[in-house]
């Protein structure tokens, strides 16, 4: 597929949708994320030092990560295809009075609008809901100023991840609206470590976010083997 806005899958837009008005719920749907949030807030100041930075947060949702990082002190815009979850994040900061500049663009034309523009690229949980990922993560790399910082998360493909994010998750522990996630679109890590070589990226570390069902606490740790981050430098 080449750069325009058609990377896009409706009906894994209207998933999203369907569940928006629940995105700042912490015992919803989205709970999960609720709960990685400050694990993967600290990994990516940890690497970035997000504080004055210029951070773009790519398929950004209901900007969960987006106003945890401009409360960090970063300058942060925010972009989803999903006008609802856009309507959503931008009511949230009337509540909380953070700042995020929310938009309603394809990360491919923002590319062509902002070519080596941001500090910081954040593309969490959102490679697994598109039909071509690795137009994501060009324009992603693209987007970023030559030795700035990219960070992607997904899931990664093999029957211990189809165990956990799909029959755990959504059947299971009812965490996830069954219909979530399509195990074919899961990404192993040395697929997106290719995607990000192609796209130029220096790959410096893989880190997994793991979920202990037992506890119920989520840990980032060497377990990249569910749901893992990668940072890379442009
Ligand atoms: N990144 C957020 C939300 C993850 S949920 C977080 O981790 O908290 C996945 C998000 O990707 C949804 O908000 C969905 O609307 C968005 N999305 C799916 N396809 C997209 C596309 N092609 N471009 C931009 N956003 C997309």
């Known amino acids: 597929m080449s750069n325009d806005s058609t990377n896009v899958d409706p009906l894994e837009l209207e998933k999203f949708s369907q569940l928006a008005h629940l995105w700042w719920d912490p015992?919803?749907?989205?709970k999960p994320l609720h709960e990685i949030n400050p694990l993967r807030l600290d990994y990516?100041?940890?690497?970035s030092n997000l504080k004055d930075k210029?951070?773009?947060?790519?398929?950004?949702g209901g900007g969960i990560l987006s106003e945890s990082m401009s409360v960090r002190?970063?300058?942060?815009?925010?972009?989803?295809?999903?006008?609802?979850?856009?309507?959503?994040a931008k009511l949230h900061l009337l509540e909380t009075?953070?700042?995020?500049?929310?938009?309603?663009?394809?990360?491919?034309?923002?590319?062509e609008e902002y070519p080596?523009?941001?500090?910081?690229v954040t593309?969490?949980?959102?490679?697994e809901h598109v039909p071509d990922p690795a137009s994501i993560v060009r324009s992603c790399a693209k987007l970023a100023k030559p030795g700035g910082w990219v960070f992607f998360s997904t899931l990664n493909r093999n029957p211990k991840s189809y165990l956990y994010a799909v029959v755990g998750a959504e059947y299971l522990l009812n965490l996830l609206p069954r219909g979530t996630h399509d195990y074919a679109k899961?990404?192993?890590?040395s697929e997106l470590a290719r995607m990000a070589r192609n796209a130029r990226l220096d790959t410096l570390e893989i880190t997994g976010m793991t979920y202990n069902p037992m506890t119920q606490i989520y840990s980032l740790s060497p377990d990249s083997s569910v749901n893992y981050i990668m940072v890379c430098r442009a």
């Open 73 to 88: 002190g970063a300058k942060v815009t925010g972009t989803d295809l999903g006008e609802k979850s856009l309507k959503v």
């Open 27 to 30: 015992n919803s749907e989205f």
């Open 54 to 60: 210029v951070v773009l947060d790519v398929g950004c």
């Open 44 to 47: 990516i100041d940890r690497f």
């Open 186 to 189: 899961f990404i192993k890590p």
């Open 116 to 120: 080596h523009h941001y500090d910081v």
């Open 97 to 111: 009075g953070n700042r995020v500049e929310y938009r309603n663009v394809a990360v491919e034309d923002l590319a």
């Open 123 to 127: 593309c969490m949980e959102m490679l």
